[in-house]
C-alpha cells in the first residue's frame, strides 16, 4: 500500500513568509509524528498527534511553529515568520498505534528559507 | 531528556568487510531501540529493531546487540555490499507514545 507521503517536496521562503508543510500517513495509523533534521544531523522531535489530538509539542523550537491534525488523518505543519534557521528537512512518520511499533517515515519536505 | 550518542560519524569498508556502528544511551527507562537507514534524499528507513528484553537480534546480514547494564548498543553489517552505502541512525524510546530520540549519524561507504 501507499506509503507516508508530504508535500511539497521542496519549498523556498524568503524569510518572514509563512509556509505550510503537509503530511498523508498511512491510512488507518492513528500516531502521527513530526520531526526537524538540520544538514548532517539526527531528526530531532518536534510533536506528536493520537488521532486529532496533540498529546506533545515539547519539540516545537518556537511559538512560530504550529501543527494541527484536525480529522486524525492529515496533517499539516506551519511555521510562521520564518527565519533562516528553520531551514532543515522537515519529516513526518505514522505508526498504528502507541506502544513500541514502528514509525514510518515520508520523505520529508526540504525548507530553505533566504 | 534521552541523549543518544554514536560513533563513528563516518565510515568506509571494503564491499564484503564488515562494518560496525555503536552507540550509547543515557535513560535507563528506554526499551526500544530501532536502527533507520536513510538514503540521500529519502526519509529514514528502518532495517532492524531491539527492545529490551533482548541482548541480541539478527536478520540476514545486519545484527543488533544491546548491553542495558553499559547503556550500548551496535549494529554490525557483515558481507557489505556497495547497496548499503547510506547514512544510519540508532535511536532510543522508552516506548508509550514512542517519542524517538536519534543519534547523529554514521554515513557508511562500501567501496567495491
Known sequence: ?114 | GENVEQHPSTLSVQEGDSAVIKCTYSDSASNYFPWYKQELGKGPQLIIDIRSNVGEKKDQRIAVTLNKTAKHFSLHITETQPEDSAVYFCAASKGGYQKVTFGIGTKLQVIP
Request: contains cysteine; glycine residues 10%.
Open chain 1, 1 to 114: 500500500g501507499a506509503g507516508v507521503s508530504q508535500s511539497p517536496r521542496y519549498k523556498v521562503a524568503k524569510r518572514g513568509q509563512d509556509v505550510a508543510l503537509r503530511c498523508d500517513p498511512i491510512s488507518g495509523h492513528v500516531s502521527l509524528f513530526w520531526y526537524q533534521q538540520a544538514l548532517g544531523q539526527g531528526p530531532e522531535f518536534l510533536t506528536y498527534f493520537q488521532n486529532e489530538a496533540q498529546l506533545d509539542k515539547s519539540g516545537l523550537p518556537s511559538d512560530r511553529f504550529f501543527a494541527e491534525r484536525p480529522e486524525g488523518s492529515v496533517s499539516t505543519l506551519k511555521i510562521q515568520r520564518t527565519q533562516q534557521e528553520d531551514s532543515a528537512v522537515y519529516l513526518c512518520a505514522s505508526s498504528t498505534h502507541e506502544g513500541q511499533e514502528t514509525q514510518y517515515f515520508g520523505p520529508g519536505t526540504r525548507l530553505l528559507v533566504l
